[in-house]
């Protein structure tokens, strides 16, 4: 074991910990981020090209914390010199009088989000090869848009590295102690650390039984899908197609989302915001394709300019929580180890925010934000063990 006692070691390299160990590192903390596989990987959650960027949220917290998260973008792309962000609007379609689009449209006002509100008759006008459901409403966030995942990954983690950071990949942990000095142990090394932050995204639990706490987490597969357009173009950028949510397309089920042609030239991707429940480490021998069926009947009804069956399929993991809301926490017994986890399929857009946040646990700081909706004690009675 090396004498060097970190400030903060961060364990998982994905957007959540590399915002994370970014922050500690400004705030000139001496930081590791340990990451289980050779970067960059697609075996977690912060792959791929693109993510939406929102204010659009019922919740008045995640509204908030979505103007600031805006502002440490718009930073990183200065700081970094490349641009992670596109603008494209987001369109938002739901059932009219329904209670999640009601409650939606009433927080856009309250917060003077910039919206437009699309009637029935002016719909096909502003968005064309798009069908509205009967009995749904539209509106559009005007400033929402494309973040570039998988670059601004790698901007970060460069930015982390330039401010003195330093990443171990290839190094999955296989041991924590807690202590006054945490020690980490790896499957080439042992490392010690005043404080730890655990960003282990699908892997938390797995991380979390190592210090006793098991928090309810559901893993679950995502097929992510490309549609061909039948004309190449319909659905792209170039067109201004915005982003697009449609809330509760039948009873009972998940949104269903789509972004528009960017990334592979001619192929749209539409995605089912849910999936079956795998192990992380065997995302792959998931092959429930329910979300695909479902997917096939909404292309079909909705988008007609799309070939109703996926040209590619790639996979990626959410971690859900029971609320779907994130765990931003410190360990209910041991104060220097702190929790980001439950991302619930829609963290990436707060990367920068989180980060912030768990620093400042991390370094024993009062949080900016008040993280009561973050909190683990929420979860008391879905706890599986004592917390
Ligand atoms: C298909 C899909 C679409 C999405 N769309 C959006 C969107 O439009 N907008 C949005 O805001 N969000 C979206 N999200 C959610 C967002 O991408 C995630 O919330 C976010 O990437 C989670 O990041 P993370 O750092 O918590 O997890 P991860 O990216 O999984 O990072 C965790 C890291 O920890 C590492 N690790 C785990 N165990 C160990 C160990 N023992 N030792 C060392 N390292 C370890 C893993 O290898 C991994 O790299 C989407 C997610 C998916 C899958
Ligand atoms: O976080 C988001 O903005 C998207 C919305 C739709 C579901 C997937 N995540």
Known sequence: MSSEVFDCIVIGAGIQGSCTAYQLAKNKQKTLLLEQFVLPHSRGSSHGQTRVIRKTYEEDFYIQMMHESYELWAQLEREAGVELHRRTGLLVMGPENGEGFSRLKATMQKHKIPTVFLEKQEFSQHIPNVNLADGNGALIDTFAGVLYADRALRAVQRLFQSCGGVIKDGEKVIDIRPGVEVTVTTGSGVYRGRSLVISAGPWANTLLTHTGLQLPLKVVKINVCYWKEKIPGTYSVGQSFPCFIEMEPKEGEYDIYGLPSNEYPGLMKVCYHMGSETEPDERDKQTDRGDIDIL???????????????????????????????????????????????????GFKFGPIVGKLLSQLAMGQVPSYDLSPFRIQRFQSHARSSL
């Open 296 to 346: 096939v009947r909404y292309v079909t009804r909705c988008l007609p300019g799309l070939v109703p069956v996926p040209a590619v399929v790639e996979s990626c993991m959410y971690t859900v929580t029971p609320d779907h809301n994130f765990v931003l926490d410190s360990h209910p017994t041991y104060s220097n180890i702190i929790i980001g986890a439950g991302f619930s399929g829609h």
